[in-house]
Every structure is written in C-alpha cells, then in structure tokens.
C-alpha cells in the first residue's frame, strides 16, 4: 500500500455493546462479522476497513456487589427476573435464541444449544470486561476481539463460569499470551482496583444515552441499530 492510500484509509469504529452473558450478543457478533465479510467481498469501498470495539453493560449490575465467587443458576435468575418460570417460559420462546443463533451460524455442531444455554451458571462479569479492555488496549482490538469470542464459547457452549479465574486465565492463553505478557495480564486480573473505574465510567456512559438494550452497535459514532439484527441489515447500515 503507498502513502496516498494509506492516507486515504478510513477506519470505521463499530461499537458493540453488550455483556458477556448474554447470548443475543454473540448472535450479534456473528451477523456483524458476516455483514463485514459481505461488505468487503463485494469491494463497495477498499479504503474503509472496520475495527470493533467492545462497550461493557451489565445485566445484572447488583452481582458487583454481591462476594466475588457469587453464582446462581441461569434458571434462578431468569424465574427472579420475570416471576415465574411460566413467564420465563414465553419469554424464551419470544426471543428465539436458538433458531436466530443458527441463522447466524451457531448451532448444535458448535454446542449452541438450549440445553447449554439452560444449564448455565450466571455470575458477575466485571472480571471478564476488565480483561477485554485491558487486552484491547494493551495488545490490541483483534487480540480483545480473540479474547471476547473464548468467553462466548466457553460461557455459552462449555457452561464456564464468567467470573471463574482458572476460565479467565486459560482463555488468556488461548489467545497466545505467555511469559511476561501472561503475568501482567494476570496481575492485573488479581488486582480488582485496576480497570474497574475505567469499565464502570463506559457503563455510566451508555445509561447516560439511553441504552438500556443489548446489544447494540454504534457505527461510526453516528447509526445506532439494534446489535442482534440480521446479518443483511447491518450490512445495509454499513453502505451508508
């Protein structure tokens, strides 16, 4: 690539938010990555390549004040959430978790299944988007991006735990971190004072908008559309 290229390069920012529990965000993810493959198949503009950057929210912000080890079952949450397991019942089928996830390529060859999403353990996941940013901004946004996806698959089709250390710390060495980058990342994990402003001010930041719906995605800080949309709608976003 020559100078006059390289300036004419325009990186669109995708925001995502969403939380590391919730399995409409990693529907979410894979549409967007099929509408960027789409996008870049069919050579619309050369010169804008995308980069992803992840926003926490919490579902559940009251386990950042319960014991760090604090878990219950997805069950239990969801019958506390909606009142009653009847209710929770249509919720889930409204929702269509599992005919949208195989839409978007997640099915039952890679362990996306109601089973697995049922048997889940919830937990805080303060822990887990500490790391992501702090991947992100150490080693950057396809190491993060590497990173978010173990969580999802481990979360959602293996049923780990999110706030689990021996989790957090093998998914840092499946995204190829040793040595001294494996320890400080490990460092800053065990030292729950650090990341932890910086995560909960990009929280405030998206109450402080109005979105209380995930996930969501901010294309270049101007479209905001619904993160779990289908992968032609947000390639029809990204044309614009």
Not at 193 to 198: C, L, S, V
Not at 218 to 223: E, K, L, N, P
Request: aromatic residues 8%.
């Amino acid at each position: 690539m020559n100078e006059l290229q390289q300036q004419q390069q325009h990186v669109v920012t995708l925001e995502l938010i969403s939380d590391t529990m919730w399995p409409n965000g990693y529907i979410g993810k894979c549409n967007i990555k099929k509408a960027v493959e789409l996008f870049e198949n069919q050579n619309i503009n050369k010169n804008i390549t995308f980069a992803i950057h992840r926003v926490p929210f919490f579902l559940e912000p009251g386990y950042m004040k319960k014991p760090d080890d604090f878990t219950e079952s997805h069950d239990t949450r969801m019958i506390r959430k909606f009142g009653s397991k009847e209710e929770f019942e249509r919720v889930k089928a409204r929702h269509g978790l599992i005919p949208r996830g195989n839409e978007a390529g997640l099915n039952a060859d890679n362990g996306f299944t109601q089973d697995n999403l049922t048997k889940r353990t919830q937990s805080s996941t303060l822990k887990s988007h500490r790391l992501i940013l702090f991947v992100a901004n150490r080693f950057g946004l396809v190491k993060s991006e590497e990173l978010y996806a173990i969580f999802n698959k481990k979360h959602f089709t293996e049923g780990g735990i999110l706030n689990d250390r021996n989790l957090l710390i093998n998914s840092l060495k499946e995204i190829g971190l040793v040595n001294e980058d494996l320890n400080e990342s490990i460092a800053f994990l065990d030292d729950k004072n650090r990341g932890t402003k910086e995560v909960l001010m990009l929280y405030d930041r998206v109450q402080k908008l109005g979105i209380y719906s995930i996930p969501t995605l901010i294309v270049d800080g101007s479209y905001l559309i619904n993160g779990a949309a289908r992968a032609n709608e947000v390639f029809e976003c990204l044309k614009k």
